[in-house]
Nanobody, 121 residues
Framework: QVQLVESGGGLVRTGGSLRLSCATSGRTSGSYSMGWFRQAPGKDREFVAAISWSGTAYSESVKGRFTISRDNAKIMVYLQMNNLKPEDTAVYYC????????????????WGQGTQVTVSS
């Protein structure tokens, strides 16, 4: 079982930046993909970004503003968020799965506890 722990959330003004981190522990491999999802109150959990051996993917709403990356040892995954908007306010979760990345939350079998991101207008 892979354990994931997010950090780095907080309160920021519109146009500001935050960097989220996700620490992984447990057995992973080169085929382990990571994703970031978010969930706002009253809404479904939605895909934000993902990274795998084949590259990266982003939702249209964050493309050009957010960047997902991981360290070479694949222990940490990051989400750099720039030019934040009030609609980015949500609890952000990192997730992991063996195999390719997916936009569907149901395809991931490991989840962190979430970190709150609040963007004030």
């Amino acid at each position: 079982q892979v354990q994931l722990v997010e950090s780095g959330g907080g309160l920021v003004r519109t146009g500001g930046s935050l960097r989220l981190s996700c620490a992984t522990s447990g057995r992973t491999s080169g085929s382990y993909s990571m994703g970031w999802f978010r969930q706002a109150p009253g809404k479904d959990r939605e895909f934000v970004a993902a990274i795998s051996w084949s590259g990266t993917a982003y939702s249209e709403s964050v493309k050009g503003r957010f960047t997902i990356s991981r360290d070479n040892a694949k222990i940490m995954v990051y989400l750099q968020m720039n030019n934040l908007k009030p609609e980015d306010t949500a609890v952000y979760y990192c997730a992991g799965r063996f195999g390719g990345w997916s936009r569907s939350p149901g395809m991931y079998d490991s989840w962190g506890q979430g970190t709150q991101v609040t963007v004030s207008s």
